[in-house]
């Protein structure tokens, strides 16, 4: 059975037991839980947007998406989460950025076209921090945090379950679009896997070697260690001629995850989960001109790079994250108290660079003209602590069973940014920003940059799923938070399905939602060179509640609300056919956005602050846009034998399309709405991903050999431009692709398998644009299959 058919299954079907320790897992059908008992051999999960938990299968009237990740991680030709998700799941999408600054360090990923901080991330149920970053450049997420997928090896994760529906009223603050919740192994024994690809250009040389031990600790304890390396060289695009780096960021990151749990007699454990990762991830900023350019002398320096240079942008990145918790009986109470504290970091050296005030005040001093070529940035870090306590119980006798939860939760968090050294920032001899000061390519954090912000958040909920006959079920939520910064907020959820007959079901949820502004979003400060055509321009970004924003009107932030629906049913025509539809409608009120780019032109009551820092142009984050996104999910799977093998086919279908409805300029900016929301800014939020993508995969498996395909289709999307129609530059078309990915594979026996494959085996780019338009400065953005082409893997995977 595929991995992706196991997510069309659950889907249809809700939670479901699965046959532990099997080669190839497997569903059974599920049954109100109070009809079923448990089989031998088969063991009970916990299902991301239910709390209930009894000895049975587990019915929820939400579609979730069940990834086990044993295959992926065995035979997978991404070698990170995020990749992986993104040619598995159709709802979930991550592009590699480049040209993008930080963006290009930390891969966002996001659900349903919305943004990277709309989903929320837990992790063995526990929500996970996001990144210190914001993301200001890309094609994607622009203005968003997110979490770091590839911060967790894969070969630690036994099953992802992505929840395509909103529940703030069940898990807080984020979960607008979905929730995904990464499931880590805890199982006796010991694997490993050697992976390594390559771009068919031939860069790009990924090496991954990444080991799972799992052991007994104290009485029926068990223990998982998962440790990893995983070494990706820098790839490159750029045409000949052209002097920039365009491609995968360079990476190195080692991680090790612990994760298991002690049990202390009757239900009562003891459960832990410690990890780490450190990266060192290097990226390539816009190329500087050599002698004769337009760069001259402003940006550069002849003794220095007389042909020109690129500057790379460095980034040391720091992830942990651990919770301890215990888990016991209080009568017929079922209780859960745990600690969560979730911590990443991120800080910037910039190399082959130069500081050109340094230089030319050199030059000017009777030297060659010669600066520092290399420089501490600066960074920012981010922490969240989260202690919770859940309690629920099972009413078997209510109804047809009824299951009661409520618990509370007390979050911290902290956002902190360091200066960089005075040279990556200083402006030596006088020219001021405009010109040459600080380090070119990502000019340092400055010491009025510096911040350390803390907030609070305190909530109460209660959570319950009804089983009001055998074939209606009803689920209600809701919750209450209260947050130090800016208030106090009140979501709902109802949702409930109806079994028609044992093969037809329907369901439909309805659910308020929000979203607290991110510590990231109120406090970031940073000035930054941006190319605008290709030309360089300085850019501050100003804090909420700074002088800049005061000065401009912009009123405090303020979270996001939302409101979503959802309306699906799930077929089974066939023992060996499986189909799942479900129509959705997201409205997000407030919603937080990065502004355009106010200036002296375009906005004269700011020229004489910006000219007092020496920069050109101002943005800010403001709460100013409704949006409305619309889609449709669909699944459909088939399983026969065939030639005396196993053939299984999936079909996975996603349909979103995000619309600006409102824009919503604070009284001081009344009559610039188009300077808020640009038309190419508004593109990037309702067409940052495709509108349309699918996955059709087919799965072939006889003796020793299996084979796997699957081809992926990405729809079309429309992005703006800087000259923008207004200008008479029509905004850049991506026309619809699709390619594919092959692989075979050979088990020498049932502990040792050899994968060789091919992703994007048709070799397809994006569609070419004007290079002076695109976000990153090359012929096209980072979007649909990325700007690599062809690649080619293989993995050996051995159990001990």
């Not at 090896?153 to 069940?170: E, F, K, S, W």
């Not at 720091?318 to 301890?324: F, L, S």
């Not at 911040?451 to 689920?475: G, H, L, P, W």
């Not at 079901?505 to 979203?515: A, I, Q, Y």
Request: net charge neutral; charged share 20%.
């Amino acid at each position: 059975m595929t991995i992706m058919r196991k997510a069309v299954l659950l889907a249809l079907y809700g939670a479901t037991s699965v046959a532990a320790m099997a080669p190839a897992v497997t569903f059974a059908q599920a049954v109100p839980a109070a009809d079923k008992a448990v089989e031998p051999g088969v063991q009970t999960m916990t299902i991301v947007g239910s709390r209930r938990a009894n000895n049975s299968a587990t019915d929820t009237p939400l579609p979730i998406d069940f990834i086990s990740m044993s295959k992926v991680a065995e035979q997978g030709g991404q070698f990170d989460l995020a990749q992986t998700l993104t040619y598995l799941s159709p709802s979930f999408n991550s592009t590699r950025q480049t040209g993008a600054d930080g963006a290009d360090l930390v891969d966002s990923a996001a659900l349903r076209g919305l943004g990277s901080d709309q989903t929320l991330v837990l992790v063995n149920g526990k929500r996970r921090h996001t990144t210190a970053l914001v993301n200001l450049f890309g094609a994607r997420n622009r203005g968003n945090t997110g979490t770091d997928l590839n911060a967790i090896p894969m070969m630690a994760i036994a099953n992802v379950q992505i929840l395509r529906d909103g529940a703030a009223a069940q898990y807080g603050s984020d979960a607008i679009a979905g929730v995904m919740d990464i499931s880590l192994k805890k199982t006796l024994g010991c694997e490993a896997v050697f992976g390594y690809s390559q771009y068919s250009a031939g860069d790009g040389k990924n090496y991954l070697p990444s080991a799972y031990c799992g052991m007994e600790i104290g009485n029926k304890g068990v223990l998982g260690i998962t440790v990893e390396y995983n070494d990706r060289g820098r790839s490159n695009r750029a045409e000949a001629g052209n002097p920039r780096t365009i491609g995968d960021t360079k990476a190195q990151s080692s991680s090790v995850y612990m994760n298991g749990d002690l049990p202390n007699g009757g239900g009562d454990k003891l459960y832990f989960t410690l990890g780490a990762q450190k990266r060192k991830a290097s990226s390539a900023a816009w190329a500087r001109g050599g002698i004769g350019s337009d760069d001259i002398p402003s940006r550069n320096s002849a003794a220095m790079y007389p042909n020109g240079f690129v500057p790379y942008i460095n980034g040391d990145i720091n992830d942990i994250y651990g919770t301890v918790g215990y888990r016991w009986q209080l009568g017929e109470w079922r209780t859960d108290l745990s600690q969560t504290y979730g911590y990443n970091d991120l800080k910037y050296n910039i190399s082959n660079t130069l500081n050109a005030s340094i230089a030319n005040q050199d030059l000017l001093g009777g030297g060659k003209g010669i600066s520092p070529n290399r420089f501490d940035a600066g960074g920012f870090s981010f922490g969240q602590a989260t202690t919770n306590l859940d309690v629920s119980r099972f009413y078997d006798g209510v109804m047809s069973g009824m299951n009661v939860a409520f618990g509370g939760e007390y979050r911290s968090e902290k956002y902190k940014i360091n200066a960089g050294e005075p040279g990556s920032y200083n402006d030596v001899d006088g020219v001021g920003f405009g010109g040459n000061a600080g380090s070119q390519g990502f000019p340092g954090f400055q010491p009025g940059d510096r911040t350390n912000k803390s907030r609070n958040s305190i909530a109460a909920y209660v959570d319950i799923e009804t089983d009001v006959t055998s074939k209606f079920k009803v689920q209600t939520a809701l919750r209450g938070e209260r947050y130090s910064d800016f208030g106090s907020t009140l979501t709902g959820k109802l949702a409930g399905s109806y079994s028609l007959d044992k093969n037809v079901v329907l369901r439909g949820s309805l659910s308020s939602g929000f979203r607290a502004p991110s510590l990231q979003q109120v406090y970031f400060s940073s000035t930054f060179t941006d190319f605008i055509s290709g030309v360089p321009q300085d850019v501050v970004l100003a804090p909420n509640g700074g002088t800049i924003a005061n000065a401009a009107g912009i009123p405090k932030l303020k979270e996001e609300t939302s409101r979503n629906y959802t309306l699906g049913l799930t077929l089974k025509p066939a023992n060996n056919v499986a189909v799942t539809a479900d129509l959705y409608r997201i409205n997000i009120s407030d919603r937080i956005v990065l502004s355009g780019r106010f200036d002296a032109d375009n906005y004269p009551a700011l020229g004489a602050t910006l000219a007092a820092l020496g920069v050109g142009q101002a943005q800010f984050f403001v709460n100013s846009i409704d949006t409305k996104t619309q889609g449709l999910d669909l699944t459909a799977s088939h399983k026969i034998d065939l030639a005396g093998g196993k053939f299984s086919t999936f079909l996975g279908l996603n349909y979103s399309k995000t619309e600006v409805t409102k824009v919503k300029a604070p009284p001081s900016l009344s009559g610039f709405e188009d300077v808020l929301l640009s038309e190419r800014e508004r593109l990037f939020i309702e067409q940052g991903g495709p509108r349309v993508k699918a996955n059709l995969g087919f799965d072939y498996s006889r003796g020793a050999w299996a084979g796997d395909l699957k081809v992926i289709h990405f729809g079309e999307q429309t992005l703006g431009t800087f000259t923008g129609t207004a200008g008479g530059m029509p905004n850049a078309y991506y026309a619809p692709k699709t390619s594919a990915d092959m692989s075979l594979t050979y088990a020498f026996n049932d502990s040792t398998k050899l994968t060789v494959g091919v992703t994007n085996l048709l070799n397809v780019h994006p569609s070419e644009q004007n290079p002076d338009e695109t976000d990153n400065g090359f012929k096209y953005d980072s979007v649909q299959f990325g700007l690599n082409g062809r690649g080619y893997f293989a993995r050996l995977w051995k159990k001990f």
